[in-house]
């Protein structure tokens, strides 16, 4: 071998070490074959509705069985198997038409559900959601104009009630088409990626951020958004949901 050729291996093998090391910092919460770690919110088992399907996390009404009609647990999904605190969570998801979902973090559980405690990456059909669901009496309730329609807080990507993403920065794929979703939470700063685009930035607990939690939705949420490590989940809002390819990665 001559010396630039001696070089340039040398080149590929410190970049392939580079890239493995990269690719062994990510967990995997769900590899397609299994729902180890995988639970009800305040349970201790999957909840009824949630299978594996094709290697996709899917929710689906009708995979409900008779037995589990009388299920009172939340269908509220977690990965219960370790808490997280500052993290990039990647995940991708498709809804329905008329969909509504949000990924959570910072769980913690002893609560009614997630929303009352967690932040949300909220998942939802932009396009189509208000004109199938009546959203006047609630937004009305919360003080929001045009109340018919999707307020911008309402709509995916944003933290949920709190940080609206920036509408000329997103690009959501329609219902049924796949979407990916990238969450990277640190003390300094939380970001919210959709379809690999920045859409939300904001600092936790600063000044800012309890102006927004103590004015809004949760001024009366004691406990909302206070825990600084706590679980990822997932919610049911009562339409089918597809996730794939979940992995997180400590920072």
């Known amino acids: ?3 630039i050729g001696f070089v340039l291996a040398l080149v590929f093998l410190f970049l392939g070490c580079q890239n493995n090391s990269k690719d062994k910092d990510w967990i995997v919460l ?3 074959t299994t729902t180890e770690g995988w639970r009800a919110y305040n349970g201790d088992r999957m909840p009824p509705g949630w299978e594996i399907i094709d290697s996709i996390l899917t929710f689906k009404t009708e995979q ?3 037995e589990d009609y ?3 647990g939340s269908r509220d999904l977690i990965y219960g198997a370790e808490a997280f605190d500052n993290f990039e969570l990647y995940v991708e998801w498709k809804i329905p038409v008329g969909g509504n979902s949000g990924i ?3 769980i913690q559980e002893g609560y009614g559900g997630p929303p009352e405690v967690a932040p949300e990456y909220q998942l939802i059909d932009d396009e189509n959601y208000a004109s199938i669901h009546d959203l ?6 919360v003080g929001f104009e045009n109340p018919a329609e999707l307020h911008p807080l309402q709509q995916t990507a944003s933290d949920y009630a709190m940080h609206a993403a920036d509408p000329k920065m997103k690009t959501l794929n329609p219902a049924g088409e796949w979407n990916s979703t990238r969450i990277v939470f640190t003390e300094k700063e939380v970001q919210h990626w959709l379809n690999g685009k920045k859409v939300v930035s904001f600092v936790p607990w600063s000044e800012a951020w309890y102006e927004k939690k103590n004015s809004g939705k949760w001024d009366t949420t004691l406990d909302y958004g206070k825990f600084k490590s706590g679980y990822i989940g997932f919610q049911d809002h009562g339409s089918d949901l597809w996730f794939r390819n979940i992995k997180i990665k400590k920072l």
Do not use: Q
């Open 1 to 3: 071998m001559n010396k």
């Open 30 to 32: 769900f590899d397609g």
């Open 64 to 66: 409900i069985l008779e």
């Open 70 to 72: 009388d299920y009172k």
């Open 104 to 106: 959570f973090y910072h």
């Open 136 to 141: 006047v009496a609630y937004n009305t309730s």
